[in-house]
């Protein structure tokens, strides 16, 4: 029996919709588009999805067929073409070979989420299984991802769950004092840092914004209670005046001074960090003095620069890195 609509309805639709040849023509480049895309359309759906008659979707069909052979596939329950794939991949020019060889090297190092979702994604763009290493030498320098059994799994939840909005109850097994805790989670986006997965959001018991990593995580369960995010939160905002990704910290004034030994290597970087402002002293020394979220953070990238580095101030980080530098000495002398 033919749906009834209410004259309103059928009225605008018919103005929504192109008339006469262009009409046609669009149906038949979107009837075609789905087909080529492996959607295997059946006459059912394209009535349902174009709002003509079967007879008007046969006709589509028997052109689409002059063009592209086309034929019934029993299986999948609807058209696929005679010949197979029709979408045309991309050929693609020794630069883009390059940047996309750059990528795939980059994204090796995320972990096998992302890894196995480039591949597919390259083997779609273009007739390329594998690109020679020696044809593109290119190699990025990075830490490898800290891998689990359920990282996949938990990626792929989480994703979805940032997407659609839902919080998350979680098993956390917390690095430092080894405890396990259940936590239900908003998250809020996933971070790569230093080698691991993290997942950043609103934590119910802690009642804070807080950072967990994936490979700590013992349980991960989706729930169906939704969180309301902000329209003005930015993660990278947020990250913006961190050193690394500690966030809860009180802001700090930090000023270093560098040797004139390593000037050229501090200068060879516009900035290490966005809120730098630096000055190259008479004696060639630089000085530079960084906003950031607490010390932790920029204190290790501050070890890294030993013995070429001082630290002006916070006095209180003078006194801390002395101390530590002293229990050093201590256990190497």
Not at 116 to 138: M, T
Not at 290 to 316: C, H, L, N, Q
Request: with cysteine; glycine share 4%.
């Amino acid at each position: 029996m033919k749906a009834r609509y209410p004259e309103n309805i059928k009225a605008r639709r018919k103005k929504d919709k192109p008339s006469g040849i262009t009409e046609r023509v669009i149906r038949v480049l979107g009837i075609y588009t789905l087909i080529a895309q492996n959607k295997f359309p059946s006459v059912n759906s394209l009535t349902d999805k174009f709002e003509v008659t079967k007879r008007t979707v046969h006709r589509d069909l028997a052109l689409i067929n002059i063009i592209d052979p086309v034929e019934f596939d029993r299986q999948r329950g609807g058209y696929r073409f005679t010949h197979g794939d029709r979408i045309k991949k991309l050929i693609l020019s020794e630069e883009q070979l390059l940047l996309l060889f750059t990528m795939g090297e980059t994204v090796s190092h995320l972990g096998a989420p992302l890894r196995q979702e480039f591949q597919k994604f390259v083997e779609d763009l273009a007739n390329i299984k594998k690109i020679p290493p020696d044809k593109f030498p290119v190699v990025v320098k990075m830490p490898e991802a800290i891998e689990t059994e359920k990282l996949n799994d938990y990626f792929s939840a989480i994703s979805h769950c940032i997407r659609e909005k839902l919080s998350i109850d979680i098993v956390y097994n917390v690095l430092y004092s080894r405890r396990i805790t259940k936590r239900r989670v908003d998250p809020y986006g996933l971070i790569f840092y230093d080698g691991a997965w993290l997942i950043t959001g609103y934590c119910r018991l802690r009642e804070e914004m807080r950072t967990f990593a994936l490979d700590r995580i013992v349980e991960l369960k989706e729930t169906a209670f939704r969180f309301k995010l902000g329209d003005d939160f930015d993660l990278k905002d947020r990250l913006l005046h961190c050193w690394g990704i500690q966030y809860n910290d009180k802001p700090s004034s930090v000023t270093v001074r560098f040797s004139e030994k390593v000037a050229e290597y501090v200068l060879r970087k516009d900035k290490w960090h966005p809120s730098e402002k630096r000055r190259v002293l008479a004696n060639g020394d630089v000085e530079s003095s960084f906003e950031v979220a607490g010390t932790d953070e920029i204190k290790r990238w501050i070890y890294s620069w030993m013995p070429y580095i001082e630290v002006v101030r916070p006095a209180r980080l003078r006194r801390q890195i002395n101390e530590e530098l002293s229990q050093t000495l201590k256990k190497h002398s």
